[in-house]
């Protein structure tokens, strides 16, 4: 809300209190003990949400050169390794007061990270519209926020398995176990020198017994092995 909902209370309070006037000084304003613990927690998310909310660049006119995200690169204070009191770049500028006429005005590169930003600045072009936040997930920029897809994003891969009120919960137990690498009964068993399938220490109970179910089949056990 306070990238893209300029027209709420609180994001206009938040600006002009907290971080003293411009959204762009949100990725560099620190935690405060004089701030509320709401203000707080929204700065400690700066690093998480970084990745999340890239800057069109446009005109340039209010960007910051080394914090905003506009670069494929991220924050170039970070990619350049803090480098902005040796590119003669002050840590305050704009993206704009680089650029003269359409030429950049940057200090000769001297290592491998320059090289390619000055590489990417070849193809930049400002313009005379006003810059626009977008929010960006795995490279695909979108102007509506998904509580889906940035909870996905945040939460990371998960392993799932078929869990189902029909069949017995010790075989399911056994098949998440086996799907996590966490049974070492077969381990233990080869130790022995006897050679085992997986599906005889899955089913063994149910291919003997003839009792229930198998929790999943044999090749879907295999499969996410």
Known sequence: MLFFY???????????????????NYWTTKPSSSYSWLANKLLNLKNEIFPLIKL?????????????????????????SNSSSKSGIHEKAYVA?????????????????????????????????????????????TQTYSIRDVYTYLRGEINYVIW???????????????????????????????????????????LLHGVGSPPLEIGTIQSLR
Do not use: M
């Not at 027209?7 to 206009?12: I, K, L, Q, S, T």
């Not at 670069?71 to 204070?77: A, I, K, N, R, V």
């Open 164 to 206: 189902s009120s029909y069949e017995i919960r010790r075989h399911n137990f056994l098949v998440w176990l086996v799907i996590q690498n966490r049974g070492p009964t077969k381990e233990k068993i080869l130790g022995w020198s006897f050679q085992v399938s997986l599906s005889v220490l899955i089913f063994g109970p149910w």
């Open 97 to 141: 007061s680089q650029c003269r006429n359409g030429i950049w005005l940057l200090p000769p590169a001297r290592t491998e990270e320059q090289v390619q930003l000055q590489t990417y600045f070849t193809t930049v072009t400002l313009t005379q519209a006003q810059y626009c936040y977008e929010w960006e997930l795995e490279g695909k920029p």
């Open 6 to 24: 300029d027209g709420f209370v609180w994001v206009a309070w938040f600006k002009k209190v907290i971080i003293k006037g411009s959204i762009h």
């Open 56 to 80: 069109r660049l446009e005109n340039g006119v209010s960007a910051k050169f080394w914090f905003d995200n506009w670069t494929p690169f991220g924050s170039l204070s970070t990619f350049l």
